[in-house]
């Protein structure tokens, strides 16, 4: 079965700064993988997914993502960070033929002027 | 715009009673979810649903209740059964019925408070 852990609970960067985000899945074969943004109060929103191919996902709002197979990590980056992007961030991993995505714990962004 | 609509944004439930939870979209999809969200617990599937007529249970389903009469509704009914119900509540949809490698799209989710 597929999991998903994100090691810190939360973190706190600096306007301007650069930003890593960790996600670590367990899963057999090559899974489908996604990094969602969830505002306070609100809904989660795709950032962005990786299936296949090139292992450096671009997504929305300047982020992006490395694949890498050997470390069994999907770890989300953004080279500037701005006040708007303190949210939560969730990873989540799929199986191709399951019903089911399976999320992460979070991890909540904080932005310091 | 397309998008999935929830409501109420906010429910307060005294204990004992029913309440149910309404979730509409109009991106034509066939999958929806119903996912509850606590801190730090990240979201845990409640009922999805692949196609009219037809849903199944996720991995905490005790003391929910769901049905799919329409493809663009998937109400949730948090019974009186549902031992601890004060959460976030997100309702989800993909277009794939196999939505596990789908995107899914969000509603702006219920808070639901048991006084």
């Known amino acids: 079965a597929q999991s998903v852990t994100q090691p810190d609970i939360h973190i706190t960067v600096s306007e301007g700064a650069s930003l890593e985000l960790r996600c670590n899945y367990s899963?057999?074969?090559?899974?489908?993988l996604f990094w969602y943004v969830q505002s306070p109060g609100q809904g989660l929103q795709l950032l962005l997914k990786?299936?296949?191919?090139?292992?450096l996902v671009q997504g929305i709002k300047g982020f992006e993502a490395e694949f890498k197979r050997s470390q069994s990590s999907f770890n989300l980056r953004k080279p500037s960070v701005h006040w708007s992007d303190a949210a939560e961030y969730f990873c989540?991993?799929?199986?191709?033929?399951?019903?089911?995505?399976?999320f992460g714990a979070g991890t909540r962004l904080f932005v310091k002027a | 715009d397309g998008g999935i609509t929830q409501s109420p944004k906010y429910l307060f439930r005294k204990e004992g009673q029913n309440v149910t939870l309404s979730c509409e979209q109009n991106?034509?999809?066939?999958?929806m979810y119903w996912y509850r969200q606590d801190p730090g617990q990240g979201l845990r599937l409640i009922y999805y649903?692949?196609?009219?007529?037809?849903?199944q249970k996720g991995d905490i389903a005790e003391g929910y209740s769901v049905s799919r009469e329409k493809k663009e509704s998937f109400p949730l009914t948090v019974t009186s059964a549902q031992k601890n119900p004060t959460a976030f509540y997100l309702c989800?949809?993909?277009?794939?019925?196999?939505?596990?490698?789908?995107?899914?799209?969000f509603g702006p989710g219920t808070r639901l408070t048991v006084l």
């Open positions: 989800a949809s993909s277009m794939s019925p196999v939505g596990g490698t789908d995107t899914q799209y």
């Open positions: 899963y057999g074969a090559t899974p489908y």
């Open positions: 990786y299936f296949s191919g090139d292992t």
């Open positions: 989540a991993v799929g199986a191709p033929g399951g019903f089911k995505t399976i």
């Open positions: 991106l034509n999809h066939d999958a």
């Open positions: 649903s692949q196609i009219v007529n037809d849903f």
